[in-house]
């Protein structure tokens, strides 16, 4: 976490895991929005991965039986402001999002409850659930059909397939495309730009517009009554257990 101005920059820092958030991570960047919230002198927000890639995804080696005991609030941390804007109270500042490289499932779900993300062109997306035997719970199901369109949503839930930069601003999951290695750079000036407006206008502007996602919270707490049978079932464990292995997976339904 470090301060630039009225901007917060929230680097999450694992690059030789491509930085996979384990609960050490879940941990931080929930502190990182919680500041985000009540820092006053804080604006803006902006997200990002240090190294090659922006998230590879969950560890779910560590994290999934985490929320197997307790259920999909794990992604919230112990944080009142859940990045996700799920599992506990959404940030109430704007927050800019810069992506590069592999950024996987989690990613995806951030930059969807993000509010302007700029992308490397050398983005690589991919929503990877249905091919581990379980489903998004970070947003995913909720967000991206509103947001991004049913059929472009459903494409790459239901497919797992991977998609790029141009895709991404075709169907409106980012916003602005630069050369890789600029995209932290375009985020922290887009940052600024926002946070140089007058606070209470920005921070009206985002409340009402949240105004029309209310239904977000029905849609979560269906998630939440889903999420345990699939966690249960043979085919999540064989989705982790490939994972772990580094194979593709052998699904029976089960």
């Not at 995913?140 to 947001?147: E, G, K, S, V």
């Not at 949503?153 to 050369?179: D, N, S």
């Not at 000036?189 to 407006?197: D, E, F, K, R, T």
């Not at 009554?225 to 194979?247: I, K, Y």
């Amino acid at each position: 976490m470090d301060r630039d101005g009225h901007v917060l920059l929230i680097g999450v820092d694992r690059p030789a895991k491509r930085n996979a958030w384990d609960l050490d991570v879940i941990r931080g960047v929930g502190a990182a929005y919680d500041r985000l919230a009540e820092d006053d002198d804080v604006r803006v927000g902006v997200v990002y991965g240090h190294g090659d890639h922006f998230s590879a995804g969950l560890d779910l080696a560590e994290v999934l039986p985490a929320v197997q005991a307790n259920g999909p609030g794990v992604l919230a941390g112990a944080s009142t402001h859940d990045p996700f804007g799920l599992w506990a109270a959404p940030v109430p500042k704007p927050v800019v999002m810069a992506v590069q490289g592999i950024a996987f499932t989690l990613s995806i779900e951030l930059a969807l409850a993000s509010d302007i993300v700029v992308a490397a062109d050398d983005v690589r997306f991919r929503q990877l659930e249905v091919g581990r035997g379980i489903l998004p719970f970070g947003g995913a199901t909720i967000r991206a059909p509103r947001q991004l369109g049913w059929g472009n949503a459903m494409r790459f839930l239901l497919t797992g397939e991977e998609f790029g930069a141009a895709e991404a601003l075709r169907i409106g999951l980012v916003q602005e495309v630069v050369p890789a290695g600029q995209q932290l750079e375009r985020a922290v000036a887009l940052a600024h730009l926002v946070a140089a407006q007058a606070p209470l206008g920005v921070a009206g502007t985002l409340a009402n517009a949240r105004v029309a996602a209310r239904a977000d919270a029905e849609a979560a707490e269906h998630l939440r009554g889903l999420l345990p049978t699939l966690l249960a079932s043979a085919d999540a464990a064989e989705g982790v257990t490939s994972f772990v292995e580094r194979r593709e997976a052998r699904f029976t339904g089960h």
